[in-house]
């Protein structure tokens, strides 16, 4: 830690070291919220495919890394060389490497980006179009790393200014062309249904939200960069910007499989309800069946009752009918025989 060498009233603190602090705490704020983002997203029902997990994964631990070093770089700046006013006119490794970080997280979001366009136009060159404004966007990223390690002075930020402002600007190019075309394409790809309708225009909002929010971002980077190059102002919106692309792309990815919940939870919910009916009516289909049967078999009863009484009414009749010759047989031979004996005895 050297001496002081610059008077503190001299320093530029509100236009070096200010804009600095805010851009970390702008970050850790928008880091938190791509945390919270991730965790939902590893929490979901549905799975995403192999690819497109990996995405997350290394968006993720990009911005992971990135939040650490500029940590780090705040410990630096405010501990470490607290009393050395010579610091604060330097720019540390993370504060260098930030287009690099940037672009790293932003060209796989971009080439997903390009891949929905694809998808939706089934239009190669659009496709090409904007793969190649981000790779483009990618090597004027690395470029203006490497101009900035050789130029680690705050004084000299304005000797990058073509650099800088190239790379910003392919990057606005970029998001707001696919954003272009993401307004054209899910707007046209309409259908009649309503349902379907009001699914497509929540992932129309969420994609263009996505595109433009990185976009405008990019876009006031490169005017502030533009207007007061000497200064960290433009700072306040570089530093987020990859936080920004990881928290869009990852709404979006979990606004994507909440819909394909919903519409799981809504025909299970219209599953579950027919059953309820199913069974509702089947209650009462069992009832009457049980009713019908019970009628039956009472009535069944009753027959056999009926018929037995009457066979049995039947047998007597036959019976009384059968006995009543013999009887009068009877009394005839009776009288016969009193006759015989009554003439034998006269």
Not at 46 to 65: A, C, G
Not at 252 to 276: P, T, V, Y
Not at 295 to 318: F, K, L, N, Y
Request: net charge neutral.
């Amino acid at each position: 830690m050297s001496d002081l060498s610059v008077p503190l009233s001299s320093l530029p603190v509100q236009s070096v070291l200010g804009p600095l602090v805010l851009a970390v705490c702008i970050d850790a704020f928008f880091y938190g919220f791509s945390v919270l983002q991730f965790v939902q997203y590893r929490t979901r029902l549905f799975r995403d495919n192999v690819p497109t997990q990996l995405l997350v994964s290394w968006t993720f631990l990009v911005d992971t890394i990135h939040t650490v070093a500029l940590c780090w770089m705040m410990w630096s700046y405010l501990v470490d060389n607290f009393a050395n006013t010579t610091y604060l006119f330097s720019a540390p490794w993370p504060f260098t490497a930030t287009p690099t970080f940037l672009v790293v997280t932003a060209a796989p979001c971009q080439f997903y980006f390009a891949r929905r366009v694809w998808k939706l136009s089934q239009s190669l060159p659009l496709y090409w179009t904007i793969m190649v404004l981000s790779v483009a966007n990618t090597t004027m990223g690395i470029v203006a790393t490497a101009f900035a390690f050789t130029h680690a002075d705050v004084h000299d930020f304005k000797l990058l200014l073509p650099v800088i402002d190239s790379w910003l600007g392919l990057g606005v190019l970029c998001d707001g062309f696919t954003s272009c075309c993401l307004i054209y394409y899910l707007s046209r790809n309409r259908t009649g249904f309503r349902h379907h309708q009001r699914l497509r225009d929540r992932v129309a909002q969420v994609f263009i939200e996505s595109s433009i929010l990185t976009s405008l971002f990019a876009l006031a980077d490169l005017l502030v960069y533009s207007s007061v190059p000497n200064t960290n102002y433009h700072i306040i919106l570089g530093i987020p910007m990859g936080r920004v692309y990881t928290c869009t792309l990852f709404a979006m990815l979990n606004a994507r499989l909440k819909l394909r919940e919903d519409e799981a939870d809504g025909i299970k919910q219209k599953s579950l309800s027919f059953e309820r009916r199913l069974q509702f009516a089947n209650a009462f289909h069992h009832l009457k069946c049980q009713t019908e049967v019970r009628v039956s078999v009472s009535i069944r009863e009753e027959t056999e009752d009926i018929a037995t009484e009457d066979r049995q009414s039947i047998s007597r009749t036959t019976t009384k009918v059968g006995d009543r010759p013999s009887t009068a047989n009877s009394g005839r031979s009776t009288d016969i025989d009193q006759k015989g004996h009554h003439g034998s005895i006269v």
